[in-house]
């Protein structure tokens, strides 16, 4: 329940009652829903205003930020939650309670042999100082046997691979050790590494734990195997964990099967830098517009839509609704769809790439099918589009975890468009897809209006075509009953922007 800012909000709810005018007088004489008649309902000046909203939101606070469990954000959970109840009697609308640990602040110095070295912080890193020998873990560090007697109050240089960086350091805690060093087994440094969030603000699970590069850690293995020692020094200063409460906003069309649900998720919650209007408002709101329109409509298969809380903080809004679903509910979801940037500045038009053919990592049957959907739907208004990795980078990774199908969209992030890429969609080769990524200059000034319009239709097309059948589908692969990892040695798996393993 939300209860804080009431007053704020009901100003506020006036002028998206106004913004929300259906004509009741249409609604006694529905069809079935219709890609394009369900399109044509969908207007940039109203994917506008509710971004001016949620701006208005975060601008309203000197955060300037929808963070969860801030004003902003709460405000942005009940505004969501407050349009879909006001259209009347078409959807069942559930706020989803769940809290999560944030982890805040946390600066961070490596020396090793007093040079100092270049390493990450992994997420929910506890504070330290200390000055000890390095000592090398046998195999990967995932088993208790792993780590020798010779680590006790000393730090453990550990390999990535095989389980999670959270095991790592709870096992090197376990065995005695003071911190933790986890060397990359890949080329390159481990960048934005999470441990997971502890299973309590004030838990004990992890020892301060850096992340470097394999070629610093195979370097230190290799001199210590030949009788040096080495000193690191490990200081961490200023990480705070705090328990916030949040919500889950989750509505169901009244009408359409309800064993055979599509359904529709983008994030609710932005980063602490900015007021995330294309990360990922964008998402949300094409997600409350098409909602609006769709209740004129009749549909065959229920249509389900979902603002996941606390994305920023790893996935953890999904990963709650998917972990507490009973086997029996995550059955009846034929497919997850999930928005997030679509209205980067310097956009590309990405369809996750569900059949691998891209990046080689394919989906559950139906992924595959689902991105052929949107390379087809926009080849037919005249687009270009392109594949994104389908890494689970976002709120749909805990979907796949489970076996289910997914398919989305999005712009792009913090990455550099290519030539090839302008040649598709114009902008600027060389730049980042949204140069204010994570930023405070991520605001409705910097959208690109015409991505926002082309995702949002292309959106209202999957309700519509998925809305109506699913006989474009294969047959459904099996639910795993409990949640799994994909974890091999080497490969990436992300949760929201952080790397697990
Ligand atoms: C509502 O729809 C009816 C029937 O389509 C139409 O005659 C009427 O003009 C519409 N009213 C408004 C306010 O758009
Ligand atoms: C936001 O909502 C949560 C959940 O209802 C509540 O616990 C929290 O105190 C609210 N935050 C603020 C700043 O009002
Ligand atoms: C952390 O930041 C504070 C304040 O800027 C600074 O004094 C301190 O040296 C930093 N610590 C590390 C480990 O970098
Ligand atoms: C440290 O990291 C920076 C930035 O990633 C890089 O330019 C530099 O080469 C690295 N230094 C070493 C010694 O690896
Ligand atoms: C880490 O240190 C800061 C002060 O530098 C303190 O506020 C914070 O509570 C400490 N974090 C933990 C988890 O103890
Ligand atoms: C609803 O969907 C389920 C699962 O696909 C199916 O078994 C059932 O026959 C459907 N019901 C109707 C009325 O179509
Ligand atoms: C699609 O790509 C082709 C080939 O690069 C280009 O000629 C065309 O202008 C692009 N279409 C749009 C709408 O940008
Ligand atoms: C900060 C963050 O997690 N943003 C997500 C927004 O959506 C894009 C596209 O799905 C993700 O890549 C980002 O991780």
């Known amino acids: 329940m939300i209860t804080s800012s009431f007053a704020v909000f009901a100003i506020l709810a006036v002028s998206a009652a106004n913004a929300l005018a259906v004509n009741e007088s249409n609604l006694g004489r529905r069809h079935l829903v219709d890609s394009k008649k369900l399109r044509s309902q969908i207007k940039l000046e109203a994917l506008l205003e509710h971004a001016k909203v949620l701006q208005g939101f975060a601008f309203a606070t000197p955060e300037r930020n929808r963070l969860i469990g801030s004003v902003a954000h709460n405000q942005t959970v009940q505004y969501i939650h407050d349009t879909l109840t006001h259209l009347g009697d078409h959807y069942d609308v559930t706020l989803q309670p769940f809290s999560v640990i944030a982890h805040t602040g946390g600066n961070y110095s490596l020396t090793i042999d007093g040079a100092p070295t270049n390493a990450s912080l992994f997420e929910y890193s506890p504070n330290g100082s200390i000055t000890?020998?390095?000592?090398?873990?046998?195999?990967?560090?995932c088993e208790a046997g792993d780590y020798s007697d010779a680590v006790v109050g000393k730090v453990a240089?550990?390999?990535?691979?095989?389980?999670?960086?959270?095991?790592?350091?709870?096992?090197?805690r376990a065995a005695g050790a003071t911190g933790a060093i986890i060397h990359n087994n890949v080329?390159?440094?481990?960048?934005?590494?999470?441990?997971?969030?502890?299973?309590?603000?004030?838990?004990?699970?992890?020892?301060?734990t850096v992340g470097v590069s394999l070629a610093a850690?195979?370097?230190?293995?290799?001199?210590?195997?030949?009788?040096?020692?080495?000193?690191a020094n490990i200081v961490v200063e200023?990480?705070?964990?705090?328990?916030r409460s949040t919500n889950n906003v989750v509505a169901e069309t009244k009408g359409g099967n309800h064993s055979d649900v599509v359904f529709f998720g983008a994030h609710s919650d932005s980063v602490s830098a900015g007021p995330g209007i294309n990360d990922n408002g964008s998402g949300s709101i094409a997600l409350l517009e098409i909602a609006k329109r769709l209740i004129r409509f009749d549909v065959n298969n229920a249509v389900r839509f979902a603002w996941w809380s606390a994305e920023?903080?790893?996935?953890?809004?999904?990963?709650?609704?998917?972990?507490?679903?009973?086997?029996?509910?995550?059955?009846?979801?034929?497919?997850?769809l999930n928005f997030d940037m679509i209205a980067s500045p310097n956009y590309a038009l990405n369809a996750y790439d569900g059949d691998g053919s891209t990046f080689g990592i394919a989906g559950p049957p139906g992924s595959a099918e689902t991105e052929k959907l949107?390379?087809?739907?926009?080849?037919?208004?005249?687009?270009?589009s392109t594949a994104a990795e389908f890494s689970g980078r976002s709120d749909y990774g805990p979907f796949l975890d489970v076996g289910i199908a997914c398919g989305g969209l999005d712009t792009g992030a913090e990455k550099l468009k290519t030539e090839e890429e302008v040649q598709l969609f114009g902008g600027e080769a060389g730049v980042a897809y949204d140069v204010n990524y994570h930023g405070a200059g991520d605001t409705i000034d910097n959208l690109a209006q015409d991505a926002f319009e082309y995702n949002a239709k292309a959106i209202a097309h999957a309700v519509a075509v998925y809305g109506a059948s699913f006989k474009i589908l294969p047959p459904k692969g099996p639910v795993q009953t409990v949640a799994r990892r994909n974890i091999d040695a080497g490969r990436k798996v992300w949760k929201g922007d952080w790397l697990i393993a």
């Open 238 to 243: 200023g990480s705070v964990f705090e328990e």
């Open 374 to 384: 949107f390379h087809e739907y926009f080849a037919s208004v005249g687009l270009n």
């Open 187 to 208: 080329e390159g440094e481990i960048s934005s590494g999470t441990l997971g969030p502890p299973s309590s603000p004030a838990a004990t699970d992890y020892v301060p």
């Open 312 to 336: 920023e903080q790893g996935l953890l809004g999904s990963e709650h609704w998917v972990t507490t679903a009973s086997q029996e509910e995550l059955e009846k979801i034929r497919l997850y």
């Open 157 to 172: 240089l550990i390999s990535r691979g095989d389980c999670m960086f959270g095991e790592k350091s709870k096992m090197a």
């Open 217 to 231: 850690g195979t370097a230190w293995r290799q001199a210590i195997e030949g009788g040096a020692t080495i000193t």
């Open 132 to 141: 000890e020998l390095l000592v090398p873990v046998a195999n990967l560090g």
